[in-house]
């Protein structure tokens, strides 16, 4: 199913990008370029639900027509978000963390649609596991995956995964943008702006 609107992804990820154009042939990104908040809050859903906002709410600046699609994604463990790794050695200490354990995987996503300022809010939760790995294999890791710029430490490979599985949720919620939820939401949405509009 392709979506047919002026659609505006407020972000510069790569994943995100791609993900969209599987449902989407035209869209432009715009790199929100905020400054993201890390502490302070009580629960991944609360987090991904604001900074995602916050995300829409500065493109939402410079957009004057269309509907703006931003995401927020985090991991959670043990009360404390999996943020991306400052450095090798912190990317170890995560990897070492998560290992031989489950951790929730949280994508917090809005639309927002211009000039109505009409917005749509939800956020989804993935349960991942992650392998028993030694010492060793975390070397192995470091040396032989993509760790930088990804919460967790992690990007999930689609197809049989070595190292992290899906044990409840969507994978495209994983990897950043929950396909399945957007295209539900966003045919909702579009309704939504009709009726405010007439």
Known sequence: ??????????????????????????????????????????????????????????????????????????????GKPLLKPLDREDAKKMISRMSGRNHELWTGVVLWHQPSNLQL??????????KNVSPAEIELYLQTRSWKNHSGSYAIEEENDPWVKISQGSITNVIGLPLESLLFNLEKFKKMVAIAHN
Do not use: Y
């Not at 809010?121 to 992650?130: A, K, L, N, R």
């Open 1 to 78: 199913m392709e979506i047919k609107q002026n659609l505006i992804l407020g972000s510069s990820s790569p994943s995100r990008i791609e993900l969209l154009k599987r449902v989407s042939s035209t869209f432009e990104t715009i790199n929100p370029d905020i400054e993201e908040p890390c502490s302070g809050f009580s629960s991944a859903r609360e987090q991904v639900a604001v900074i995602s906002w916050l995300k829409a709410h500065k493109v939402s600046t410079q957009v004057k027509q269309g509907i703006i699609i931003a995401a927020d994604t985090i991991g959670w463990l043990d």
């Open 121 to 130: 809010c939800w956020q989804e939760q993935s349960i991942v596991s992650f």
